[in-house]
T-cell receptor, first 109, second 111 residues
Framework: GIQVEQSPPDLILQEGANSTLRCNFSDSVNNLQWFHQNPWGQLINLFY???GTKQNGRLSATTVATERYSLLYISSSQTTDSGVYFC???????????FGEGTQLTVNP | DTAVSQTPKYLVTQMGNDKSIKCEQNLGHDTMYWYKQDSKKFLKIMFS???????INETVPNRFSPKSPDKAHLNLHINSLELGDSAVYFC??????????FGSGTRLTVV
């Protein structure tokens, strides 16, 4: 099956800083999704981005399918951005979303 | 009007017991899933149902039995609970090949 690697595994920021999270894939990208798991455990879908760039407020994501990677940008980080960020790729059959191991982000006030 | 709701949110039970987790979605999605999140936060697919038909059954002990009475519901029944079953279980739904929506999770603790 597809392998999903995320970096960095951990990231600590001061409030107001910018950051970039990366996701690499072992196979072609068909259906890339980014999730945020907040400190209360809820998994929120941030982006569905098989290719190109999307923006949602202070967050944006870019997927370069031909080079098998995706980036999540967080600008002007806030303490509420803390949590674990996961990227995940859907297998071609469409039946299974495979997750990376996540990036643990801590934003300090 | 929660999109994907699962109950209960917390479940503490003794080894050997049988328990169920319920999941319902009101998004009109045709596919539902159960994922398990271990203590290291890794998320792994357990089961997937499309239009009530089982399409994925990962290497999961047969003590775990999913049931989908209709497209909006996917329940998980676990027999003879073991300590190693302790984890957070997430239900999710999507259109096939679409964007996923997750429930808020059920934290299962087996003592």
């Amino acid at each position: 099956g597809i392998q999903v690697e995320q970096s960095p595994p951990d990231l600590i920021l001061q409030e107001g800083a910018n950051s970039t999270l990366r996701c690499n894939f072992s196979d072609s990208v068909n259906n890339l999704q980014w999730f945020h798991q907040n400190p209360w455990g809820q998994l929120i879908n941030l982006f569905y981005i098989p290719s190109g760039t999307k923006q949602n407020g202070r967050l944006s994501a870019t997927t370069v399918a031909t080079e098998r990677y995706s980036l999540l940008y967080i600008s002007s980080s806030q303490t509420t951005d803390s949590g674990v960020y996961f990227c995940a790729e859907l297998e071609t059959s469409g039946s299974r979303l495979t997750f990376g191991e996540g990036t643990q982000l801590t934003v300090n006030p | 009007d929660t999109a994907v709701s699962q109950t209960p949110k917390y479940l503490v039970t003794q080894m050997g017991n049988d328990k169920s987790i319920k999941c319902e979605q009101n998004l009109g999605h045709d596919t539902m899933y159960w994922y398990k999140q271990d203590s290291k936060k890794f998320l792994k697919i357990m089961f997937s149902y499309n239009n009530k038909e089982l399409i994925i059954n990962e290497t999961v002990p047969n003590r775990f039995s999913p049931k989908s009475p209709d497209k909006a519901h996917l329940n998980l029944h676990i027999n003879s609970l073991e300590l190693g079953d302790s984890a957070v279980y997430f239900c999710a739904s999507s259109q096939l090949r679409g964007s996923y929506t997750f429930g808020s999770g059920t934290r299962l603790t087996v003592v």
